[in-house]
């Protein structure tokens, strides 16, 4: 799944985890999967990461956290295709 943090210049590490509340839980934590891949996007104008999530397509449009330094960062679950998902820049 693809995943934009609410804060587009925020890169998100790799190999964070990603949990549902909006509180730093206590250990051990239950996670609902982490983040495989983050960069930053030119086309996009943003930064985006690549996940692992439970319930993958079922999430989109979810909110989910994931706690980096103490805090938890929001992110929204997407599609993994951000940039031209019609394909109509690849078919012309």
């Given at each position: 799944?693809?995943l934009?943090p609410e804060?587009p210049g925020?890169?998100?590490?790799e190999?964070?985890?990603?949990v549902?509340g909006a509180?730093?839980?206590?250990?051990?934590v239950?996670?609902?999967?982490?983040?495989?891949?983050?960069?930053?996007?030119?086309?996009?104008?943003r930064?985006?990461?690549?996940a692992?999530?439970?319930?993958?397509?079922?999430r989109?449009g979810e909110?989910l956290?994931a706690?980096?330094?103490?805090?938890?960062?929001?992110?929204?679950?997407t599609?993994h295709?951000?940039?031209d998902p019609?394909?109509?820049?690849?078919?012309?």
């Open positions: 799944m693809g934009l804060d925020f890169l998100l590490p190999g964070a985890h990603l549902a509180e730093l839980p206590e250990p051990p239950p996670t609902l999967g982490h983040v495989t891949s983050s960069y930053r996007s030119a086309a996009l104008g930064t985006f990461a690549l692992l999530v439970s319930g993958g397509q079922g989109a909110r956290y706690p980096v330094g103490g805090v938890l960062v929001p992110v929204t679950v599609s295709v951000l940039y019609e394909g109509a820049r690849r078919d012309g």
